[in-house]
């Protein structure tokens, strides 16, 4: 049987090699570039790639709290998270900023497994931007209890104000889109934002396709340049909320 083994990191503890390591993983697994991408490095059907320094600036930048989780199957890299702590009127968010994994190890639960790495007690916030249905399934079931009952309110409600104070930029500058922030708009966009990350969407448009088969969607359509937003509420089943609240564990 083979061996699937979780470990989570704070920033300080993520060395070069694990850095390097997750960059080949992105590098190899994450997608290619869409037809609209311009720019010296983003040529339409070429693999999106990160170096090392580009991901420690993106995911690991020195003016946040930041964590990292990874999963080894039979000491093989299968797949990683990346995730960042900032705090909005005495909320404490929790954003995952990079998801992937291999494609050799997908849909056998890795992502959602890395998603509850991440989870924290004092969490009240959880948020993620992703064009791929799978990652909001993930997202949805690990920080929530699943996309059938996920509330777009509190994404209406929280969107903005935790989004324009994030110290991830991608984050900060993502522009809202969809009839959550703006009823008049019927384009069908419900719950997306605006990245102009123009990765080429066949992969998560054929995972939608087979998503709305089994299940109703909620977040809406997935349009070129743009990703769907899930933002959840922490549900805290087992704790009575303290009144001065504990460090993070890192
Ligand atoms: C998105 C990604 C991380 C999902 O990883 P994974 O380990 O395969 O996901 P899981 O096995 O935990 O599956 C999560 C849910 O998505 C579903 N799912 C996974 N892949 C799917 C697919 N291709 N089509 C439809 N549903 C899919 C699973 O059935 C599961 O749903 P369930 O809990 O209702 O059963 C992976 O596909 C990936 O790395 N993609 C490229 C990078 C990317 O887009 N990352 C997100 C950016 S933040």
Not at 177 to 183: A, D, E, I, K, L
Not at 188 to 203: A, I, K, M, W
Request: glycine share 8%; aromatic share 10%; net charge neutral.
């Amino acid at each position: 049987m083979e061996e699937q083994v979780y470990k989570k990191y704070g920033a300080g503890q993520v060395t070069e090699t694990m850095l390097q390591e997750a960059a080949v993983l992105f590098s190899e697994n994450y997608g290619v570039w869409g037809e609209q991408a311009t720019g010296k490095f983003a040529k339409p059907g070429s693999r999106v790639r990160l170096s090392k320094d580009r991901l420690r600036s993106q995911c690991l930048p020195d003016n946040a709290t930041c964590f990292y989780a990874r999963v080894t199957v039979d000491g093989q890299l299968a797949g990683n998270a990346f995730a960042c702590r900032w705090t909005v009127n005495d909320k404490t968010v929790c954003w995952v900023t990079q998801l992937v994994v291999d494609r050799n190890y997908r849909e056998r639960g890795l992502a959602k497994g890395l998603l509850n790495q991440i989870k924290q007690n004092d969490v009240d916030i959880y948020g993620l931007m992703s064009s791929h249905p799978a990652a909001c399934l993930a997202a949805a079931k690990a920080f929530g209890d699943s996309i059938r009952t996920l509330q777009l309110g509190p994404i209406g409600k929280y969107a903005d104000e935790i989004m324009k104070v994030s110290p991830i930029s991608y984050v900060k500058d993502a522009k809202l889109r969809g009839s959550v922030f703006n009823p008049s708009d019927t384009s069908g966009l419900v719950s997306s934002v605006d990245s102009g990350f123009f990765v080429d969407h066949n992969e998560p448009l054929g995972a939608l396709a087979w998503v709305r088969e089994e299940t109703d969607w909620p977040l809406g359509e997935l349009f070129d340049g743009h990703e769907f937003l899930i933002i959840l509420e922490a549900r805290h089943r087992s704790r009575s909320r303290p009144t001065s609240r504990p460090k993070s564990g890192f």
